[in-house]
């Protein structure tokens, strides 16, 4: 990407109120640096002080001081004329609302979120709670682990027989959540400049976590082999084959030897071993098999660095990643070259390393911290978006038009967002290098139908001089182009910002890799796992006392989350472009947005070795883990954030001799007696299936989750209720597949359309003739020159 000479932040002007707390507002943190002018209020008898998750440092919150940093908040009462008048003017004044208050409390009733709904009808309200406002579990509680359990994820993480393990990052499900929330707020105030007319939208953390961290039906990663995340189990060995650990010379290094052509630079790697020549191990289902194979290679990495295994893995086409320690990772010149980090005072006496955006604009950081300081003016319409035609079914970005090249689970869900908000999204693909989820290319898979639905599919071969200006063509009428290759791949087929920006000015590229490009890296074959280990994520997501076990190897991140922060930049830049009439350029670097997730426990790490002592208080209460129930493989999360919740879990468990306990009246006072209590929940829960003790638990206000498997997530009743799921059966699937629906609850916004995921140039002929304009003639001599393709030349390229 080429950085421009001046740089406008795409939503400048945007006058967004932020009443949130906790670890949520980072999404206020995510619109102010894509250029919002973002305004925390402490609204009086409104805002609540809630506990925060992760690290304090002279009782500072890092990890809400980041996502403040640059803000000025403004303290109003309402109880005064002068308070009321000013909210009033706020609230005429903005564009877009966020507040969080708790379900049925004084709080929420005070604000009445309804009513100023109903006296500004074009401001965007995002209300944000952990279970939603419109169930029956909208008094429901969450904590971090009860995310991660209720998400399912917590099903997927950690070694058979142990409790599951927590991962990395303490705020991660508000992290990716938030992420969630900000696309939609997003795609609802572009909406809102075309029509007047706002929303409010009933945002659920715990759907935001659940479709953005690992979603039990989203798109799962090619390590998979073709096995839906659905009907997984925790299978140590398996896992470890997908992704593998080899322990070397001077620590851990992972690596992929998943498609056919890495195994054979992995075969030749190896010095071509005659016990491994067989043809058979071209087939990812026989080195799975193989008891000997992952021993050779562990063999035969054992003398070697590192930084030796990094390097002629890269060679051989190997995508070899080191594990390295957080400190070892921000420390490379990956991660300095990029500046993704700069020195900032978060408080008197407390300069940190802050993240400096999540991606990029015009080839330059979109941070508050790059942003002009004035503002532009904002825009109050959509003359571009405004004229187009729309079908009127409820969906915000109908009349959009989305020429989709990306590949594997990012490039997947960042069209199926736009594809399943309305937008017309065109896949671009050939049978010479067909996305990696397709498997065979006469079926349908759940992996793939759950990531392309709502999608047309046209044949074009992008290495022709005839196919790429055939896709020129369509980028002229296009409003997103997406990709997500290795960096310069974009550029070599004619699909990059620089070289489509010339065919239509106001196009917008977006551009995914794993780390970025620029810096050393920025050429590295990479996977999200490769991604966690050189990010230092891999290091962390192990058990206390066994830290050689790593076990992130089944979850599919930080592929969910980059793909909803493409979505929202890309976002962004339709809104500049109706008030500039240009387009703009995005990337994203995978590694980044993960290092973002860490940025509150890198700041908190920093400030320690200058000296900053960490608060006395522990972070939370105790109990804060995972307790076994009555089945097997059965667990329940159980979380404590204050005295309030101690001793409503003491009346619940039934040992009120522990509430009366004077040594356990201070939180301090229960970490001390952290084994003491834990014997006592577990005891309790041991008893119990972990649905009906979550269920006693929640009822008394005690944030617990039952860690659901991902087969159960369907039918467990919160996500009935949110209409979370949908079952398909695609005519070239074997079986009915259940997938993701609906993505925005608001009162305008309609569910997903029901498309199906289309074979590899399904609708070949039909886009040719209508974005096109080409006859029957022209098509049928396109397809014989192999320009174009339908589904039977796929077939056949595949036999």
């Not at 296009?478 to 070599?492: E, H, I, S, W």
Request: proline share 6%; charged share 25%; glycine share 10%.
């Amino acid at each position: 990407m080429t950085s421009t000479d001046t740089y406008d932040p795409p939503l400048s002007g945007v006058k967004v109120l932020d009443l949130s707390c906790g670890p949520i507002t980072a999404i206020g943190r995510l619109l102010a640096d894509l250029g919002a002018q973002v305004t925390p209020v402490n609204l009086a008898g409104v805002t609540e002080t809630e506990a925060t998750v992760g690290p304090f440092i002279a009782s500072i919150p890092v990890g809400s001081a980041i996502n403040r940093y640059g803000m000025r908040a403004l303290d109003i009462d309402t109880s005064v004329s002068d308070g009321t008048r000013r909210w009033q003017e706020l609230l005429a004044d903005a564009d877009i609302l966020i507040e969080n208050t708790r379900p049925g409390s004084d709080a929420e009733k005070a604000l009445a979120v309804r009513q100023i709904r109903d006296e500004h009808p074009a401001l965007v309200v995002l209300s944000i709670s952990d279970f939603g406002r419109d169930t029956a579990y909208r008094t429901w509680q969450a904590t971090t682990p009860v995310l991660h359990a209720l998400s399912s994820e917590l099903s997927r993480s950690g070694i058979p027989g142990r409790e599951p393990l927590v991962p990395p990052a303490p705020q991660l499900p508000y992290q990716v959540a938030a992420a969630q929330a900000a696309v939609m707020t997003v795609c609802v105030y572009l909406d809102r400049l075309r029509t007047g007319t706002g929303d409010l939208i009933d945002f659920s953390i715990l759907d935001g976590a659940m479709q953005t961290l690992d979603p039990p039906f989203g798109t799962p990663g090619t390590a998979s082999a073709g096995v839906p995340i659905s009907e997984q189990r925790r299978n140590w060995p398996a896992e470890r084959q997908r992704y593998p650990i080899i322990g070397c010379k001077d620590g851990y290094v992972r690596i992929c030897v998943l498609a056919k052509r890495q195994w054979q630079g992995m075969f030749t790697w190896m010095g071509e071993p005659e016990e491994f020549a067989d043809p058979k191990f071209n087939s990812l289902i026989e080195r799975f098999k193989s008891p000997a194979l992952l021993k050779a290679i562990e063999k035969f990495c054992s003398d070697k660095t590192r930084a030796e295994l990094e390097s002629e893995g890269q060679r051989h086409g190997v995508p070899t990643a080191a594990v390295l320690t957080l400190t070892e990772a921000l420390r490379t010149e990956q991660v300095s070259e990029r500046g993704f980090f700069r020195e900032v005072d978060l408080a008197d006496g407390l300069t940190a390393p802050v993240p400096v955006g999540v991606c990029e604009v015009d080839g330059q950081r979109a941070s508050a911290l790059n942003a002009p300081q004035d503002a532009q003016a904002r825009p109050d319409a959509a003359p571009v978006l405004g004229a187009r035609a729309r079908r009127d079914e409820g969906l915000p970005l109908e009349g959009l038009r989305v020429l989709d090249l990306g590949v594997i689970v990012v490039g997947a869900d960042t069209g199926r967002l736009f594809a399943d908000l309305g937008a017309d999204v065109v896949k671009i693909e050939n049978s010479a290098f067909p996305d990696g989820l397709r498997g065979r290319l006469n079926m349908m898979s759940q992996t793939y139908a759950s990531g392309h639905r709502n999608k047309r599919s046209i044949g074009i071969d992008l290495r022709s001089d005839e196919g790429r200006a055939l896709a020129h063509r369509l980028a002229e009428n296009a409003d997103v182009v997406l990709t997500n290759f290795k960096p310069g791949v974009a550029q070599a087929l004619g699909m990059d910002h620089a070289t489509l920006r010339k065919v239509n000015p106001g196009i917008v590229v977006v551009d995914s890799s794993a780390f970025g490009p620029t810096g050393p890296w920025a050429e590295r074959l990479g996977y999200g796992p490769l991604v966690r280990a050189a990010a230092g994520f891999t290091d962390l997501w192990v058990y206390p006392d066994a830290p050689g076990e790593f076990c992130d190897t089944v979850t599919v991140y930080p592929d969910h989350v980059a793909a909803r922060i493409g979505a929202l930049t890309a976002l962004t830049l339709l809104a500049r472009r109706e008030r500039t009439g240009t387009g703009g350029a995005v990337s994203v670097a995978q590694s980044e947005v993960m290092l973002s997730h860490l940025a509150g426990e890198i700041a908190a790490e920093v400030l320690q070795r200058r000296g900053h002592a960490r608060s006395d208080e522990p972070v939370h209460d105790a109990p804060w883990g995972l307790f076994p129930a009555e089945g097997q493989d059965a667990w329940l999360a159980v979380t404590v954030r204050d005295t309030a919740d101690w001793h409503a879990l003491c009346a619940v468990i039934g040992r009120g001799d522990l509430a009366s306990d004077d040594t356990l009246g201070t939180r301090a006072g229960r970490h001390g007696n952290r084994a003491r209590i834990d014997e006592a929940v577990r005891a309790w829960t041991a008893g119990r299936t972990a649905t009906a003790a979550m269920e006693l638990l929640q009822e008394a206000g005690v944030p617990a989750g039952a860690v659901l498997h991902a087969a159960d997530v369907p039918t467990f009743g919160y996500y009935v209720e949110r209409r979370a799921f949908r079952e398909e059966l695609h005519p070239h699937g074997t079986e009915p597949f259940t997938m993701e629906n609906v993505q925005i609850h608001s009162d305008r916004v309609a569910d997903p359309p029901l498309g199906q995921a289309p074979l590899l140039g399904e609708q070949t002929r039909e886009i040719a003739a209508d974005l096109l304009g080409l006859g029957d003639a022209e098509i049928d001599a396109l397809i014989e020159r192999g320009v174009l393709e339908v589904p039977q030349q796929a077939l056949a390229a595949e036999r």
